[in-house]
Structure formats: structure tokens, C-alpha cells
């Protein structure tokens, strides 16, 4: 078995960091400019870490995917960011931060972790503020909050509804100081295609050009891995278009371990899916819900005639609603965490009480909300949620209440890091969604931008600097060592095997159908014997892909459809491992829900005795099965307790 | 619905490019308008014909990756929209629809309706951008700021650098793009310290890179998705002028 070894320092959690940051090694400025780094991805993780590894001194190379570090899908997180100011003097500190999101997450989350990032929070918001930030501020000129998902104090920071373009622009800034510096030099329009090691550590990459279709080796003492999410293995996600596993997925067949793969969150409030060419599903911020009420019709012929168009909500008396949430979480309302919300949504239409034409949609209604605060209050603080839903939609979301439905919108499973974020291969760091180390098996809402940064311009400059300090008389690694020369082959290989395959499908329409297996059965809510069945579908599947998919133009210059089947190749194989994982966790816990555990009520049963651990997965080989590793959590300074959201 | 696409195609940045007409059935009103383009892509590649290449990602109107200029305008018919944001309903049955990339010196062809816009990034790099290093820098509250210039400088940061504004151009000009990050700091007083050194340095930038001047037709904003304000412009101008006398 593969020593998991945490790394979590000694001391009282809330020394742990400060300690580790007094005793930990560092390089001389001198030997800075000595040591290569590669950041793989230019969100808020990548972005920010390539940034400050660049102001510190070391030479850095960043890759994005996109034309420009400027659009990484974090651009794309609405609401807000977490952190513990307690400037509204509502009682928040970092220990409560800390405690809403391991409780959030469902105790499943290494609480050293969690408590570094809440005490690195407030770091963040003066940073970005000193960046230039236009967070959202009060009349007196000061920072503005607002609340989020599962808390009870308003501790999110936001600017308007665009947040994460705010932050991104932000680290995007940094690291255009630095690569006019010279510190960074950007790679665009590039995307990792595998991890070279050399001696069993990380020394560089593979990528291709998109643009020319040339394959590159580039070497490095470190490499870091920011590459976000897996969500788009459900074909239809909130993620961008080109958000990918296969980074991370590249990095596991080389020997790192992938935990908890099947955590993903599922987002309460997205747009209704509308027909079956669909490309992707937008997410209407959870800040909505914050002056939203969510409902359905009491009746079920109310919900019947409102499926057929023969009714309006509007008409739908006050009596005859069934504000679900208000209802079963008197508590938290409208406001608790997204698996809660997304799960009761999900019963309700099942139950028959859907709305819009397939029955799959709740309401989202700002009647209430208008009525006390005023128009022009609610379109100050959506305005630009509003105008997105009703280009959609074709529908004012002023006048009649907006439909929402759950989607896809981030894994919170990743590979395995240790506290240093490194993962089990020496030398190979991972930050942002891309690990999974903080939000353990649900998210809080304004907590991805926090980890992200948190990761990237607090953490990793610290943590890679203390495994750098020994490499400083390692010299440059040649490209042309028989290591990169056998991965670059590999790669050329499994391009060419693609090619080879000379079927019938389109990359598109087997990506698609591996989208509904997976949200038939490794979805919202699972069980064993539909998590059994996806296995077997998704071998199934795999194995018609690589007999039957048509992959057309060449190999040289771009090639866009190559580029969706390497992809969906790897998310083959990622699928699996995600069912497998869900099938081996008999247990309910945040956005892991299976049938089989649950209470009276309907909700989640976690199994503590037994499953209170980290999966951690090995890959052994094409033909075997993975191996289950675990990593056992261990509460010292918070007590497990049963999540409970209806009272306070 | 059914329609006819007349679309730009070009092989590579040097190859000489062409109109090829394409006849597309059965396109639902409730499509986007990418969704339409995915699916003559999926029909393009059944055939196994090279499918048309064009710049996308978050498909929701903020990573400001798509970039089409249709029929005659960036990002199709309607105003403060990004292409990704149009929908099929905006069209009738048996139109024509014609699909351009942006055509600008500073944003060469890389194929089809693709193009490089490295030169916006080159542009921020001259200086937009606060020098703080991480750390080291005061508590976030240190520095109180009038809500309405917060607000205004919140105005100015939602560009999403797209480009549309340089495509509606008739002189390619990059004013309303480079405005907005000047007039965004500007308004700070984050942004103030630098505030002289950065203007000159990106509006150098933008000449040096083939960018051309601004002569106030405000076309770029009545284009932009974002609604960023010609008054961005007017600032910069002042900071300028400000810069070069002081």
C-alpha cells in the first residue's frame, strides 16, 4: 500500500500553519532564479501561485488552455467570496469558518486543511483589495458582505454578480506584472497531455499545441497541476466547454492517487435543461437565494396544468404553494447548502410537483422580495442574473418566477495532496478544484474562490518552496532524456490509435450518452445496484468508443474534434472510477447520497464508524482494478455531529 | 427552422480564405446560437468534412472567448451580448445568416473564424496592473472608497476583453478596451500611485501593436456586451494628457 502520509504538523490546530510556516525550508534569492517551476493552468489557483512563485524569484513557465490566462473558467463564479473578517460584527471568527465548512462538507474534509484555508481567508480579501478589486462597498466606503449557503453570518465579499471575473482579472494582473517582468513565460492555447517523471519524481510535461498540433516536452524541477474540475464527465455541466479531467487523470496513471472521486456537487439553482442538442447548463448565482423563495404547487393538478402551459405561477394562490425549504428547514429556509436544496428539489419533482414543460424545475420567486425592498434594490443586486436568465429563458424573471433546476457544477474530489498540497508523487503539486483536500464531500457556497487563492498566492509559494530547498544543485533537466522521449511517444501513440479507429460516432454523441449514464445513476441520488449497472455501461461504452468514433482531419494543425476525444477518452475511464468509489460508500454523506442510507425523513445517513476516511485510489494497470487506499479523518478540535439544518 | 450559413473559412493565418455556404434544417428557436454551430460541426464531421473552427468556452458571456461577427456585427443583432448569449429565436426561417471572424491587423486569422488576440494581453502586461507583491499589503477596510467610484470602477473592470470593440472599429482602434483598465485604476486609489506611467506605457503599447486611433463614432460601445462606457475613453484621455503636461 501507498504510504499516506498526511503531513499535517504538530502543535493546536489553530499553530499548525504558523508553525509549520517557522520551521519550514527556504531558497536564497540567488538560487531561486536556479529552479524551474511549471503551473499547469491559469484559474485563481494556477494564476495566483504562478504569480507569487514569480514574485519570489523562481522561474516560472505557466500553460493555459485557453487564447488568454484571462479566461480560465473561474471567470465564470458568480456570487462571492468567503473569509472571516467579522466586519459586519455578526459573531463570524475564523474558527466558526472553519467549523461551517468541515460541518458543510459533511465531515469529510482533513480539518487541518480546512482550518489553514479559514485562517488564510481574510489574507485574501486584503490582497485582492490592494490589487485593485472593485468589491462591493457601502455608502461610508467600506466592504460590503452578503450571506451565503449554509452560514448564519454574512461573511461573502462580492463584486456585483462577477466575482470571479473580479479575482481572475485580479491574479490575471499579477501575472502579467510577471511575465513583463520576465519572472513567467506563458504557453496559451496549450493543454497537458501527461506528466513526465524522472527517477520517480515530476520533471515536466507533454503538450500539445493546439494551434499546430505539435506535441512539447517541458521540463521543470516542479510541477504544478491547477486544472480544475472533472464536471464535465457529465457532458452537461455549469463548467466551460473545454474543462477537462485529463490532467489530473494523467497524473493518477502516473502514480498519484485520486481521492474520493464520486463527491460532486450538484448546484441547486441552474437554468432547466430545454433539449437534447444542449451543449451546457448555465448556473443562476445561490446569491439569489438570499431574497429568492423556492417553490412548487401544493396541488399536483396545479403542476400537471403549469406543465402543460395551461396555467401560470403567477395565478397560483399563496395557500396553494409549498415552500419546500421554508418548510422542512425552518432554520436555514431558503439558504441551506446546496446537496440539501438540490435533493429536495429533486423529491419534489419526482413527487410529480416539477414545473416548466418536462416537470423537471422548481420556482425561484422574487415577488416577496420585490414587494418589501423595491425593484431597483433586487436589480441592483441581479440585475446582470436577470438579464442573463431572460436571454435564455425569454421570460422577466420580475414578473414571473424563475425556473431553477439542479446541475452538475463541481467535484470536490480530486487527487490525493498532502497538507503541502503535494501529491503522492514527489515534485508534482495540485491546487484548486483540481485536489480535493477542503471542501470534503460538499461545498459551501463563495468557498471555491477562497480555496482557490487561498491555494495559489498563500499556500503552495510556501509549501513547493519547502521541497524546492533541496534541488538547488539539481541542474536543468534535458527534454531529450530517454524519459521524456518514451512519454512524448506515448502520447503520439494513443493520438494515433484514435486516428486508427476510423468509426461511425461523433466524439459528441458518446460524450453524451456517457452524460446520462452518469446522471442516471451516479448523479443526484444513488444505488447499488443502478451504481453496478453504470460500470457495466460505461465499459460498455468505452469499449464502443474505442472501436467506433470517428475522429476526422489530421494530425498536424488544429484539430478540434481530436482535442474532445482525448478528452472523453480519459472521462471514459474517470466515470468508472467515480461510480466505483460511490458504489464502495455505503453511506449518505454531503452530495454523496445513496438510496439505500437514508433516514425516515429523507435524509443523508452518514456512517461514521465505517466510513469516516479519505478513499484514495491507485491505479494498477489498464487491465486491473484500482486499489482502494484510505486515509483515515481524525476530529480533534470539533465535534461530529449529525448535519442539521432545520434548527439553529 | 431552416437557414442558410455563409461562413468564413481559412485553413491557416497565411491561407487565402473564402464564403462557403452551408444550408442547415430543423434548427430549434431555443438553440443558442453555438448550439447551431455545434450541430453543423456534428454534421460536417459525419461527413467527414473539417469542421468549422471558432473560439468558445464558458457559455455564459464572461470568459469573452467567442468572438463572431454577425451579419455585419460583432456578436450578432442584439445589444449587451456576447455570441454565445444569442439565441436562435433572434432569426427567421429561411434566413441567411453571414459568420465572420473579427478582421483587424493586431487580430490575425488563426483559422477559419478564429483569431489571436495576444495582442490584449500584451497591452495589460505594458501596465495594467497595481505592483503589489503577495503579502505585506494593509487590512482591506485600510482603504475606504466613495461607493459611486468603486461602482464606476466596477463599471470599467467588467470588460471581458473580448475584442468586440476593435472589430466594430473602423479603425481597429483599442481605446474603449485599454480605457477601461486605465479608468478602473484610475479611480482608486490603489490604481493612483502608478497612475502616470501606466497610462503612457499601454497607450504606447496599443500604437506600437497597429492599433488605430479613436475617432469618436462610439461605435465600440454601442457594440460592446459588457455596455462599457465611452466616458472610459474621455478619462483616459485626461489621464493622459495629465501624464504628458505634469
Not at chain 1, 285 to 302: A, C, F, H, Q
Not at chain 2, 183 to 193: E, H, M, N, R, Y
Amino acid at each position: 500500500m501507498t504510504n499516506l502520509d498526511s503531513k499535517i504538523p504538530e502543535g493546536p490546530l489553530a499553530q499548525k500553519w504558523t508553525n509549520y510556516k517557522a520551521k519550514q525550508n527556504l531558497v536564497n534569492p540567488a538560487n531561486k532564479r536556479k529552479i524551474d517551476v511549471i503551473v499547469v493552468g491559469t484559474g485563481l489557483a494556477g494564476g495566483a501561485a504562478a504569480a507569487s512563485l514569480g514574485e519570489l524569484g523562481f522561474n516560472v513557465k505557466v500553460f493555459c488552455i485557453q487564447d488568454s490566462p484571462r479566461r480560465a473558467h473561474s471567470i465564470a463564479a458568480q456570487g462571492g467570496i468567503n473569509a472571516a473578517k467579522n466586519y459586519p460584527n455578526d459573531g463570524d471568527s475564523i474558527y466558526r469558518l472553519f467549523y461551517d465548512t468541515v460541518k458543510g462538507g459533511d465531515y469529510r474534509a482533513r480539518e487541518a486543511n480546512v482550518y489553514r484555508l479559514a485562517e488564510v481567508s481574510n489574507e485574501i480579501i486584503d490582497q485582492c483589495v490592494a490589487q485593485g478589486v472593485p468589491f462591493a462597498r457601502e455608502y461610508g466606503g467600506l466592504l460590503d458582505n452578503r450571506s451565503f449557503g449554509g452560514a448564519l453570518v454574512s461573511r461573502t465579499f462580492y463584486a456585483r454578480g462577477q466575482t470571479g471575473q473580479q479575482l481572475l482579472l485580479g491574479a490575471y494582473s499579477s501575472l502579467s506584472k510577471e511575465i513583463s517582468k520576465g519572472s513567467v513565460k506563458l504557453y496559451t492555447r496549450r493543454e497537458m497531455l501527461d506528466l513526465v517523471k524522472v527517477d520517480g519524481r515530476a520533471r515536466g510535461i507533454i503538450v500539445r499545441n493546439l494551434v499546430t498540433g505539435e506535441l512539447e516536452r517541458h521540463a521543470a524541477h516542479a510541477v504544478l497541476i491547477a486544472t480544475g474540475g472533472y464536471g464535465n464527465v457529465f457532458f452537461l455541466s455549469t463548467n466551460a466547454m473545454t474543462s477537462n479531467g485529463s490532467a489530473a487523470w494523467r497524473a493518477f496513471k502516473r502514480g498519484a492517487l485520486f481521492a474520493d472521486p464520486s463527491f460532486v456537487q450538484i448546484h441547486p439553482t441552474c437554468i432547466p435543461v430545454h433539449g437534447d442538442y444542449q451543449s451546457k447548463l448555465t448556473l443562476m448565482s445561490e446569491s439569489l437565494r438570499n431574497d429568492g423563495r423556492i417553490w412548487v404547487p401544493k396541488k399536483k393538478e396545479d403542476a400537471e396544468k403549469i406543465q402543460k402551459g395551461e396555467l401560470k405561477p403567477t395565478v397560483i394562490a399563496e395557500e396553494d404553494r409549498d415552500y419546500y425549504l421554508e418548510r422542512r428547514y425552518p432554520a436555514f429556509g431558503n439558504l441551506v447548502p446546496r446537496d440539501v436544496a438540490s435533493r429536495a428539489a429533486k423529491e419534489r419533482c419526482d413527487a410529480g410537483h416539477g414545473v416548466g414543460s418536462t416537470g423537471l424545475a422548481v420556482y425561484l420567486d422574487f415577488k416577496d422580495a420585490i414587494k418589501r425592498l423595491g425593484k431597483n434594490v433586487i436589480e441592483a443586486r441581479y440585475g446582470n442574473l436577470f438579464q442573463m436568465y431572460e436571454k435564455i429563458v425569454d421570460e422577466n424573471p420580475y414578473e414571473t418566477p424563475m425556473m431553477i433546476y439542479p446541475a452538475i457544477h463541481y467535484t470536490m474530489g480530486g487527487v490525493w495532496v498532502d497538507y503541502e498540497l503535494q501529491s503522492t508523487i514527489p515534485g508534482l503539486f495540485v491546487g484548486g478544484e483540481a485536489n480535493f483536500s477542503d471542501h470534503g464531500a460538499n461545498r459551501l457556497g463563495a468557498s471555491a474562490l477562497m480555496q482557490g487563492l487561498s491555494d495559489g498566492y498563500f499556500v503552495l509559494p510556501y509549501t513547493m518552496q519547502n521541497n524546492l530547498a533541496d534541488q538547488i544543485n539539481v541542474p536543468r533537466f534535458d527534454t531529450n532524456s530517454p524519459e521524456f522521449e518514451k512519454t512524448e511517444k506515448e502520447v503520439q501513440e494513443r493520438i494515433d490509435k484514435l486516428f486508427a479507429v476510423k468509426g461511425k460516432k461523433t466524439v459528441d454523441s458518446i460524450h453524451r450518452r456517457l452524460g446520462l449514464i452518469m446522471w442516471d445513476h451516479v448523479g443526484m441520488s444513488r444505488n447499488a445496484e443502478g451504481l453496478k449497472k453504470a460500470i457495466k455501461e460505461i465499459k460498455e461504452l468505452r469499449k464502443e468508443f474505442w472501436t467506433d468514433v470517428k475522429v476526422p482531419g489530421e494530425k498536424t494543425g488544429m484539430n478540434v474534434e481530436l482535442e474532445k476525444a482525448l478528452r472523453l477518452a480519459d472521462f471514459l475511464e474517470l466515470g468508472e472510477l467515480m461510480a466505483m468509489d460511490a458504489l464502495d460508500r455505503n453511506e449518505s454523506c454531503g452530495g454523496h447520497f445513496r438510496e439505500e442510507y437514508q433516514t425516515e425523513e429523507g435524509e443523508a445517513m452518514r456512517d461514521d464508524k465505517n466510513f469516516m476516511f479519505v478513499s484514495a485510489w491507485e491505479y494498477q494497470g489498464d487491465d486491473k482494478e484500482p486499489k482502494l487506499n484510505k486515509e483515515p479523518l481524525v476530529y480533534e478540535n470539533i465535534e461530529v455531529k449529525q448535519r442539521n439544518y432545520k434548527t439553529a | 427552422m431552416d437557414l442558410k450559413l455563409k461562413i468564413w473559412r481559412q485553413a491557416a493565418q497565411d491561407a487565402p480564405g473564402k464564403f462557403v455556404m452551408y444550408p442547415i434544417q430543423n434548427i430549434s428557436s431555443e438553440a443558442s446560437f453555438l448550439e447551431m454551430l455545434d450541430i453543423l460541426n456534428e454534421q460536417l464531421v459525419a461527413k467527414g468534412e473539417d469542421p468549422v473552427a471558432f473560439d468558445h468556452d464558458c457559455r455564459e458571456g464572461i470568459c469573452g472567448m467567442c468572438s463572431l461577427f454577425i451579419n455585419g456585427k460583432p456578436h450578432g443583432p442584439d445589444a449587451a451580448i456576447t455570441t454565445c448569449q444569442l439565441h436562435m429565436r433572434r432569426f427567421n426561417d429561411g434566413d441567411t445568416i453571414v459568420i465572420e471572424p473579427w478582421r483587424a491587423k493586431p487580430f490575425p486569422v488563426i483559422k477559419d473564424l478564429m483569431v489571436d488576440r495576444t495582442a490584449f494581453d500584451e497591452i495589460i502586461q505594458a501596465g495594467g496592473f497595481v505592483s503589489v507583491n503577495t503579502g505585506g499589503v494593509p487590512d482591506a477596510n485600510a482603504i475606504p472608497i466613495k461607493k459611486r467610484n468603486a461602482d464606476l470602477a466596477m463599471d470599467a473592470a467588467s470588460c471581458i476583453g473580448c475584442g468586440a470593440c476593435v472589430a466594430a472599429c473602423k479603425n481597429a482602434s483599442a481605446m474603449l478596451f485599454v480605457s477601461a483598465k486605465v479608468s478602473q485604476f484610475a479611480l482608486l486609489p490603489q490604481g493612483k500611485v502608478e497612475a502616470k506611467e501606466r497610462v503612457q506605457k499601454m497607450v504606447a503599447k496599443m500604437d506600437d501593436l497597429g492599433f488605430g486611433n479613436c475617432t469618436n463614432t462610439y461605435a465600440c460601445e454601442a457594440e460592446c456586451p459588457k455596455e462599457i462606457s465611452v466616458t472610459n475613453i474621455a478619462r483616459m484621455n485626461r489621464e493622459f494628457l495629465c501624464a504628458k503636461v505634469s
